[in-house]
């Protein structure tokens, strides 16, 4: 058996699981790791300004490798891999790692730990005190936040622990996994075995049960209006042509959530956009007009896509639902179903279709899709004038879709300037946007973005941020400049956190607070400032040509729009359960706000 290091015992494995990259920053909690990804000609460690950074980037880089096309799962390469020091290095990965849960990505972090043999004692960054009730606090701080957490206690069990974890990432709703391995045993030497973990990788496409499959069938046939709606897990399961198939052989037109947008092109004939708070007011009309029976696929009904579950925004109680989901949990979480579904999106789609297939589809699909042609038709949506001074949020979204490539790739980040890309900017195929799901923490568009870009060189990678969340992370322009990755952000530069002085406006009767900046600054200098190409735009006539140099220039760039303080808000169809400064029921609040004609506001 070859003897090895803890840290070479962990190195090896990563490789024969594919991994080429490990993002991070070291300290003394993991040299030993470092020193053995040293000797690696597989893995790169990709060294980043912030911890947080590394685990965003992780996000960015994963997500457009997800490529579930065989039944048989592989542990490998699709898991993103960040490595941090002990103590506050660490501790700076909590936000990434809590990120990665709410975007369902797999993420495998390996932090340091104090030396194992003298826990407690108060050692240099030991997370722990002395009167804390328990020597392991990082890895309990973790335990909402993770999939599964290890300690290492026993070097000899790195490999099998590391090839779990990646397992574990990818199982069922992905997310992340953590493993803290002490510094001290790190450096230790065993003789040790590193198996191939790719052997013990299993099948998942968990399909569900043929007798609901049937039921299922038999009500889509017999709808009068079909409906599908598609979450981000039918995304991560790879559902994308099962749904298009399904969707055409129907006549049913498909909604997405906000995450989920693209997985049916959005210039589709049978695309009608995102449901929710954001929602486009297409895809409500149709599903609280017209829907009666919804097909529901990995679609979590959250807040945010169901307007805090309001009747009409868009569901409605004469919806019956067909939940498919990989988790027993979520089915009928917070709307009763018709038929559960319990299996995999794409495997339990290919049963739906195969079965409608044989009995000859749908009899009035082609009715179905006239109907939706004609709403959609119905359907202009006004922009704000071109030389308008300073810049719309919403006429800047539509430039940036009139010159971004179709198959690039969009990353938003969290605020106002985000909802102007949620209805009304559309997404043409799967994987070309990269959003931060529920947990919306701000900065994780800028980094995701550079994540992307390494994982899909070939591809145009933009992001849109705001001034605040931009500068929560704006070090890491820094990053894509050293590594070479040459993406695009877009700041929407209005000198505030508006998404929740908007808030102020609206709800606490103009009394700003704590959400204005006194100072503009300069993101086009600060880029440069940086090594990065740097572009400041203040007219909507020039953003197309600024674009097109920030593609070709062959750096990144930060292009810095000058906007508007109180933007347009865009003629999104739902609604969102403002903070006011009196708790009201929404209902009764809508109705108020309907009343004095207010515009809604975000948290
Ligand atoms: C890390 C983090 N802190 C606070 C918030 C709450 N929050 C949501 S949007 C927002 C404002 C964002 O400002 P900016 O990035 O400038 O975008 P804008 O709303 O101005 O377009 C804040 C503070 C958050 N989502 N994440
Ligand atoms: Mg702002």
């Known amino acids: 058996m070859p003897r090895m290091r803890g840290a070479e015992a962990l190195v090896k494995t990563l490789e024969k699981a594919g991994v080429k990259y490990i993002f991070g920053l070291p300290g003394h909690g993991n040299m030993n790791i470092l020193d053995a990804i040293y000797d690696s000609t597989q893995i790169k460690f990709m060294l980043v300004r912030h911890e947080q950074a590394a685990a965003h980037i992780a996000d960015g880089y994963e997500l457009p490798l997800r490529r579930f096309t065989s039944f048989i799962a592989r542990v490998s390469s699709e898991v993103g891999v960040c490595c941090t020091s002990v103590g506050p290095g660490a501790a700076n990965l909590i936000m990434g790692i809590a990120a990665a849960g709410s975007t369902s990505s797999p993420l495998l972090t390996i932090s340091g730990g104090i030396i194992a043999k003298w826990t407690g004692r108060g050692q240099l960054q030991e997370t722990s005190r002395a009167e804390t009730p328990t020597d392991q606090c990082y890895t309990q701080v973790l335990q909402p936040l993770v999939k599964k957490v290890w300690n290492i206690t026993e070097p000899t069990l790195i490999p099998d622990i590391t090839?779990?974890?990646?397992?574990?990432?990818?199982?069922?709703?992905?997310?992340?996994?953590?493993?803290?391995?002490?510094?001290?045993?790190?450096?230790?030497?065993?003789?040790?075995?590193?198996?191939?973990?790719?052997?013990?990788?299993?099948?998942?496409?968990?399909?569900?049960?043929?007798?609901?499959?049937?039921?299922?069938?038999?009500?889509?046939?017999?709808?009068?209006?079909?409906?599908?709606?598609?979450?981000?897990?039918?995304?991560?399961?790879?559902?994308?042509?099962?749904?298009?198939?399904?969707?055409?052989?129907?006549?049913?037109?498909?909604?997405?959530?906000?995450?989920?947008?693209?997985?049916?092109?959005?210039?589709?004939?049978?695309?009608?956009?995102?449901?929710?708070?954001?929602?486009?007011?297409?895809?409500?009309?149709?599903?609280?007009?017209?829907?009666?029976?919804?097909?529901?696929?990995?679609?979590?009904?959250?807040?945010?896509?169901?307007?805090?579950?309001?009747?009409?925004?868009?569901?409605?109680?004469?919806?019956?639902?067909?939940?498919?989901?990989?988790?027993?949990?979520?089915?009928?979480?917070?709307?009763p179903v018709e038929v559960g579904l319990l299996g995999d999106a794409k495997a339990t789609l290919q049963e739906i279709n195969t079965l409608i297939q044989s009995q000859g589809g749908r009899a009035d699909a082609d009715k179905t899709k006239?109907?939706?042609?004609?709403?959609?038709?119905?359907?202009?949506?006004?922009?704000?004038?071109?030389?308008?001074?300073?810049?719309?949020p919403l006429r800047i979204a539509n430039e940036l879709r009139n010159v971004l490539p179709r198959d690039s790739i969009l990353a938003v980040d969290t605020g106002m300037h985000a909802?102007?890309?949620?209805?009304?900017?559309?997404?043409?195929?799967?994987?070309?946007?990269?959003?931060?799901?529920?947990?919306?923490?701000?900065?994780?568009?800028?980094?995701?973005?550079?994540?992307?870009?390494?994982?899909?060189?070939?591809?145009?990678?933009?992001c849109v941020t705001g001034d605040g969340g931009f500068t929560m992370v704006c070090q890491e322009v820094l990053t894509a400049v050293e590594w070479n990755t040459p993406v695009v952000w877009i700041v929407f530069n209005d000198k505030a956190l508006n998404a929740i002085r908007h808030g102020q406006r609206g709800a606490y009767?103009?009394?700003?607070?704590?959400?204005?900046?006194?100072?503009?600054?300069?993101?086009?200098?600060?880029?440069?400032?940086?090594?990065?190409?740097?572009?400041?735009?203040?007219?909507?006539?020039?953003?197309?040509k600024a674009v097109k140099h920030a593609l070709n220039c062959g750096k990144p760039c930060v292009i810095d729009m000058i906007t508007v303080s109180d933007p347009i808000p865009p003629p999104t169809a739902g609604d969102w359960c403002e903070p006011v400064r009196a708790w009201v029921e929404p209902k009764k609040r809508r109705k108020g706000k309907e009343e004095k004609g207010k515009e809604k506001t975000e948290k």
């Not at 006239?370 to 719309?392: C, G, R, W, Y």
């Not at 009767?509 to 400032?529: L, N, S, V």
């Open 370 to 392: 006239s109907a939706v042609k004609t709403i959609k038709d119905n359907f202009h949506l006004e922009l704000p004038p071109m030389e308008q001074k300073p810049m719309e």
């Open 509 to 544: 009767d103009g009394r700003i607070i704590g959400t204005e900046f006194t100072t503009r600054a300069d993101f086009a200098a600060m880029a440069r400032a940086f090594g990065a190409e740097g572009i400041t735009v203040e007219k909507h006539a020039d953003i197309k």
């Open 419 to 462: 909802h102007y890309f949620a209805a009304f900017y559309p997404i043409y195929g799967p994987k070309l946007l990269q959003n931060p799901g529920g947990w919306t923490p701000m900065g994780w568009g800028p980094t995701a973005i550079i994540g992307a870009k390494l994982a899909r060189p070939d591809a145009d990678c933009v």
């Open 163 to 335: 090839r779990r974890a990646l397992a574990i990432a990818q199982a069922d709703r992905p997310g992340p996994v953590a493993i803290e391995i002490p510094w001290s045993l790190q450096a230790e030497f065993h003789d040790i075995e590193i198996p191939d973990p790719n052997d013990y990788a299993y099948g998942r496409r968990v399909r569900a049960d043929a007798e609901s499959v049937k039921i299922a069938v038999d009500k889509l046939r017999n709808a009068q209006f079909p409906v599908i709606v598609a979450g981000n897990g039918a995304m991560i399961s790879g559902a994308e042509s099962e749904i298009i198939q399904l969707a055409e052989l129907l006549g049913a037109p498909v909604a997405t959530s906000f995450v989920a947008k693209g997985i049916i092109p959005e210039d589709h004939p049978l695309s009608i956009g995102m449901v929710g708070w954001l929602g486009h007011p297409v895809a409500h009309e149709i599903i609280r007009e017209h829907a009666d029976c919804v097909l529901v696929v990995r679609f979590r009904f959250s807040d945010e896509s169901t307007s805090w579950w309001t009747e009409g925004k868009p569901f409605v109680k004469e919806n019956k639902f067909i939940q498919i989901d990989i988790q027993q949990y979520e089915l009928a979480k917070v709307y």
